[in-house]
Every structure is written in structure tokens, then in C-alpha cells.
């Protein structure tokens, strides 16, 4: 008799402390760090091919933690004097590139570099021309801070949107409390930038889905030239195999001097190593949506396709540095007019339209 009580009792506590482990807390009390638990989970589709996204475990993508990116890409309010978004210098009809050949900050001071396109970025490793970044949650906070770019104080940005009653609920809905913090905008915009996948273009009917489509005879010599020693982009861009995301996707050729300069007074890849070596060296940008992406290069210095084809052409610079792939650096490639005509046409079957005017990737402050 007492032992079976003794048994009641036992059976009761255990049920007792299984049911306080199963209840857990409020995820709002905990400050919103739990952010596992929060909002709708966002079904990243990644297009038949492609390699696995990089999105760190502390940052899982929800459709409202999206939601709240997109409004922090296109706020005004994250820069000094209000005037300026990162959609400022990363224009989505561009491919989120630039229109000028280094962009100009809110106090119209000119930069040195040109803005790089955005897309596909959930499967790229580094960032800026030189790397120097590791994720894009890091990345989004640069700019805001950069004196020639929105150059704003993070205190003002933080208090600007803690007084607009837009925001408190998205962060509330994105993370679990209204807090907005640092930490929060970097990671919202962060998600939203992992949704810019452009996968939709011409190329992709005909080479990686092989939907029946393709290419014109100008096309497809170009597709040759690019994907053979005869205009050698391959090495450098990427292969049908690796979806020309970036430069060859087995991450060996990040950081490349394509000679277009004989003396580099941007220093590149060296700013970060400091080796002598890396002088010149600059991330290998996606050919992917380039018809729209000009003016090319870090520098901005090449104003269109035509005059990026005539670089090639005549072979790059000979720079202490150039990559062993520019085989015809110093000498040049001598390609008929039929050819250089062919390469321009490869080169925008590689036009995602679909991408440049998803209205999911536009300004909700627009429409
Ligand atoms: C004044 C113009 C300007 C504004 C505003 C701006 N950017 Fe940029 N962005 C640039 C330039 C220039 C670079 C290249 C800088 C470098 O390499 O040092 C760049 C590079 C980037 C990259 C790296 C892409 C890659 O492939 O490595 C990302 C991501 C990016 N910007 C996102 C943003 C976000 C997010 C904002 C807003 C918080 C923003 N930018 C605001 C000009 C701008
Ligand atoms: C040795 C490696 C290498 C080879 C080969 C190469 N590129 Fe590049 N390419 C680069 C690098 C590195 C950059 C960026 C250089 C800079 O900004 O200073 C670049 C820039 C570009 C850009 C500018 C994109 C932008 O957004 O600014 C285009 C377009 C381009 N290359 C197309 C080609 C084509 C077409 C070929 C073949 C004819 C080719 N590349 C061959 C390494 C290479």
C-alpha cells in the first residue's frame, strides 16, 4: 500500500516535470534569441543545379524576416540625412548594379569602386571586390556606416525605426520582439538579399535545363568561344557545370588580376592579404545579367559590351600578376568581327528578365 502511494507520487512528479520541460517559455520573454521558433519558415528554392545556399544556422529565413529585409534595403531612413537606401546605388533593373562608374554617396562624394551587382549571393562565400567580408549579415552594416556611402550613425538608424510604427511589429513578427538592434537589420536584410536568385535566363533553357530551346548561330559561337581555349572566359567565369555563378565554382579562382590594368592603383585582393602578390587581384564577378550590368569591372571602367569584348580582345595588360589565364595578355586575340559579334550575343542569353522585374525583389515603398 505505501509503496504503490510511493509509486502514485513518483509517476506524479515525473508527468510534472516532463509537462514544465514540454511548456517551454514565451520565445518574446527571452529577448526574441530563440529565432528558431519564430515566424514562417521560408522555402529557399534553389534551381536544379546549383550548390547548396550558405545560411548560417543562426539566421534561418522566414517569409516575415524576408518581409522586413526588402523594407530595410529600400529605407531611406539608413542613411545620414534620409535621402539615400541601399536600392540608391543597387538598382534592381541593373541587376542591382550601379548606373555610374563608381557610386556617389549622400554627401556626393564619389567612391572608388563600382557597385556590384547583386544576385545569387546565398551561394557565394565572400564579399566586395576584395573579399575582405565573410557574410552577408556583416555586409549589410558597412554601408550604412560608410561615411561615403549612407553614412549614417547606427544609434540614429536604430531610433529612427523604433519611432516608425511600421517597424516595431516586423521586427516583432521577424525575431520575436519589437527590439530593433544592430545585429537584427544585418540579418533581415541579409535574408532578403539570399532570395535574389536569378537562375531564369536563356542560357539556362537551352544549356542547364534543356527545355527544348536554342541558341542562334551567333549564340552558340559565342558559347563556344566562351567555353573553349578560342575566348577562354571559362577558367575565369565559370562552366555550364558550375552554372557561370561565379568564377569556377571550385573556389580556386576567387581572386584574379585579368590584367586590365598595367599599374593598379586600387590594390585589391592585397588591401586584405597584404601580399604583393595579390596586387590587382579582384572577386571574379558573375557574367550572369552582364548586357544590364555596365559599366563592368571594379574600376567601372569598361562603359559597355562592345568596349568589355574589345578589352579581351586585345588580351589584357601585362602585369607582374596576371593570372596565366589571360594567355593573351600583352599580345592579343585577334577575333573577326563574327566572333566578337557571336560572344556579345552568348553573353545575353544570359539576361534573366524574369529577374530584373520580380516584383518581390522592387520597392515596397513603391508599389
Ligand atoms: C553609395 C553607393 C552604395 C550604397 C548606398 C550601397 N552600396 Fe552596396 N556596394 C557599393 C559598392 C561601391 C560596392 C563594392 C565596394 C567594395 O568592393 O569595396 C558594393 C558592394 C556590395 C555587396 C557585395 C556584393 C558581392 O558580390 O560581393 C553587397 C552584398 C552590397 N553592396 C549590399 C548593400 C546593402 C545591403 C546596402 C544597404 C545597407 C548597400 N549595399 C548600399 C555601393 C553601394
Ligand atoms: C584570368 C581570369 C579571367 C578570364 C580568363 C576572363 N575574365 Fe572576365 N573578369 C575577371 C576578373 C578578375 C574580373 C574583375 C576585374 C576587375 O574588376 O578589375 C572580370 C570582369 C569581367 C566582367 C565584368 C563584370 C562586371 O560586373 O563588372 C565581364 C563581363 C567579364 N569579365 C567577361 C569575360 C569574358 C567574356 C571573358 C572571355 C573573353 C573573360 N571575362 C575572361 C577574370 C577573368
Redesign the pocket.
Known sequence: MKNMRRLYTLAFLVAAVLLLTYCQPDPKSNGGNNTATIGTPYNLQVPKGFPQPNIPADNPMTVEGVKLGRH??YEKA??GDNS???????FQERAFT?ATP?????DGIP????????FN?AF?D????????LT?EE??????E?P???NADMATVIQRLTDNPLYPPMFDAAFGSPTVTQERIGKA?AQF?RTLISANSKFDSVRRLKTGASFTADEQLGFEMFTSEVGDCFHCHGTVETNFLLGAFGRDLQFVNNGLKANYTDQGRAEVTGDPGDVGKF?V??VRNVEFAFPYM?DGSIPNLDSLIGFYNFGGHKHINVDPNMKAAGIGRNWTVDQKRGLAAFLRTLTDYEFLTDTAFSDPFKN
Do not use: Y
Request: hydrophobic residues 40%; proline residues 6%.
Open positions: 530595410l534595403f539608413l542613411s539615400m537606401s541601399c536600392g540608391g546605388c543597387h550601379d563608381v557610386s556617389v554617396g549622400i567612391g572608388r569602386r563600382k557597385a556590384m551587382p547583386l549571393l557565394h565572400n564579399f566586395f571586390w576584395d573579399g575582405r567580408t552577408l555586409q549589410a552594416i558597412i554601408p550604412i560608410d561615403i556611402e549612407l536584410i538579399e572577386k564577378p558573375s571594379h
